[in-house]
């Protein structure tokens, strides 16, 4: 079989990504789709051991007891994205997500924490004015994506594991999506799966940063590839850095992982290396101030230090009593001791971690997009976060909007009587570009990575200049154009992962030049998203959000109003006599 040579192969849905959202949309599919429609998942890596959903520590956010509402859950996620959501989407995330949980506990069969009473334990996560964060202890994405695997793998859906997507290969006339071309990690060959429906559940990945908390993996491939098909970006400038990211060393791939928003929300305590608590300098909530904040106090702690063996700052739980920490956080305190520090009775060194994406392809609430056939859901998916997302409302919105994405193509492929032919053009052209490195001499492809991560961290990071995001620019079309020259062996395809390091690399450039082109043409400060030489937010009433579109090899960035919908700036749509706040404070 040549390089080029394709395999062919029909579905009536595809389904890329076995996260929340796509397992979800599984499920959902079968139930809405007529008889007989053939239901297909491909996934880079194996169903249910892959994605970041199976990674979330803390929760589930939903508006359940307490006196807690899905208009209160409403008002915290659209104040969190500092009045840049989409409106629409961020209400039917929060109504849905009461509904989604039920049906994880009642037909998918996960076990979450519980009080004496019998009711669902829900704990505090920053930025929100009640503990709606439903948990398994801080494991919470093992047990969703544990008990999701086993409904979608004893189901009758048909599985390409291993199967990496490449392109989005569109109708010849460009109006509709023919299918999507993968490479078969297992062989090195190339197939292309047409389907009817097909949703894009890839998820984000923002691992071009130096510090990252998403497996090596995950590279956007997804938005890479949407991009290439000239669908619409949005908010791509809104890189969301989770504030504490273990700081384990170079030695280890353990830096940069997650230590959970509920030991903040529990009452845990940032200290930096003068050995005071900070977070107070910054924000009059502390270390309960939502994460863009608290990303951003300790990055101004670290650059006042400004020495390289003191690099982060601390947290410290064992005011909290150490036999209490051990037992609300086994997996970190666990986590943390794999790494040689003792979160229960010391302090542990952490550092703002890039965590997630609220950027995405502009979807509607149906996730519908402007390409006929193809939907998007989970992080690939922009608008509903806006400039920020709440802790807890990713794993929500992943399993919510997977839910929708199944219903709305099961039913949508019984207006679809057949499948679409491919544009071959485009077909040859991506088979070209995954190609291009195997017939040139190898080189390594990882100090270039390395490069790549050091950029963004320096340049297109936490705090952001018009000067800095220039030099990121031009720092990441060095490592593009070097890349290009980069060369790949290409006498065994089977599982060759320099081949797939260097088609990562590639997808991290292309969405790194237009996370910083984004950056650059947003001149204020929204959320994740901090100009020192613009720290003015804006008037919210006059809120636009970026719109990222690629045309041959030119991005260019646009601005779109916001479309206040259900609430607009200086209102709330809770009652007069609602209380600020549900939380008590510490």
């Not at 307490?66 to 989407?89: A, C, S, Y």
Request: charge should be negative; proline fraction near 4%.
């Amino acid at each position: 079989m040549g390089l080029t040579d394709i395999d062919r192969h029909d579905t009536d849905i595809l389904i890329i990504g076995s996260g929340g959202a796509g397992l979800f949309a599984a499920l959902h599919a079968q139930q809405t789709a007529p008889e007989g429609t053939k239901i297909t998942i491909a996934v880079k890596g194996l169903i249910g051991k892959c994605g970041c959903t199976r990674m979330v520590q803390g929760g589930y956010n939903v508006a359940m007891g307490g006196g807690d509402t899905v208009e209160r859950h409403f008002m915290d996620t659209i104040n969190g994205g500092k009045w840049l959501p989409n409106q629409d989407m961020a209400w039917r995330l929060c109504e849905q997500a009461v509904v989604r949980v039920r049906e994880l506990e009642n037909e998918v069969g996960c076990f979450f924490d519980r009080n004496p009473d019998g009711s669902l334990h829900q704990k505090a996560f920053a930025g929100q004015t009640a503990d709606r964060t439903v948990h398994k202890g801080d494991l919470t994405g093992i047990e969703i994506i544990n008990r999701l695997m086993e409904e979608v793998l004893a189901s009758g859906v048909e599985k390409l594991q291993e199967h990496r997507a490449i392109g989005l290969i569109p109708t010849k006339d460009g109006s509709a999506l023919a299918g999507v071309l993968f490479i078969d990690m297992r062989t090195g060959g190339f197939r292309l799966v047409r389907a009817k429906t097909v949703l894009m559940a890839t998820g984000g990945g923002p691992s071009m940063y130096k510090y990252h908390t998403p497996s090596g993996d995950k590279t956007m491939d997804g938005l890479a590839m949407a991009l290439r098909a000239g669908l619409k970006l949005r908010d791509m400038e809104m890189v969301q850095f989770h504030p504490t990211g273990l700081l384990a060393g170079d030695h280890t791939r353990m830096t940069g992982t997650v230590l959970e928003e509920g030991l903040r929300g529990a009452g845990g305590q940032l200290i930096n290396h003068a050995g005071a608590r900070f977070m107070f300098d910054y924000d009059a909530k502390g270390e309960r101030a939502t994460r863009d904040v608290v990303s951003r106090g300790i990055y101004a702690e670290m650059r006042k230090t400004n020495d390289p063996a003191q690099e982060g700052v601390f947290i410290s739980m064992a005011h909290l009593g150490p036999d209490n920490v051990r037992k609300k956080f086994k997996g970190m305190v666990s986590r943390c001791a794999d790494s040689g520090f003792d979160l229960a009775a010391g302090k542990v060194e952490v550092v703002p971690t890039a965590h997630y994406f609220m950027g995405g392809v502009v979807v509607d609430v149906d996730t519908r997009t402007e390409m006929e056939g193809l939907y998007v859901a989970g992080e690939d998916a922009g608008g509903a976060h806006g400039s920020n997302r709440l802790g807890g409302n990713g794993v929500a919105n992943s399993t919510v909007y997977g839910g929708i994405a199944g219903d709305v193509m099961g039913r949508d492929i019984r207006q679809m009587p057949s499948l679409r032919d491919p544009d071959e053009t485009v077909l040859a052209a991506e088979i070209a570009r995954a190609i291009h490195p195997l017939d040139r001499k190898p080189a390594l492809v990882h100090p270039l990575r390395q490069d790549l991560q050091n950029v963004m961290w320096d340049d297109v990071g936490v705090m952001r200049t018009a000067a800095g995001l220039k030099r990121g620019l031009q720092g990441i079309a060095a490592v593009s154009d070097q890349l290009m020259d980069v060369g790949v062996a290409s006498d065994t395809l089977a599982f060759n992962l320099t081949w797939h390091d260097w088609l990562n690399l590639r997808s991290l450039c292309d969405v790194s030049e237009v996370i910083t082109k984004a950056a650059m043409a947003r001149e204020n400060s929204r959320g994740a998203h901090f100009r020192e030489d613009h720290p003015e937010p804006g008037a919210m009433e006059d809120s636009d959000f970026t719109v990222a579109q690629q045309t041959g090899d030119a991005v260019n960035v646009t601005r779109e109003p916001v479309q206040f919908t259900i609430v607009r700036p200086g209102e709330t749509i809770l009652p007069d006599d609602a209380p600020e706040t549900l939380v008590a404070v510490p």
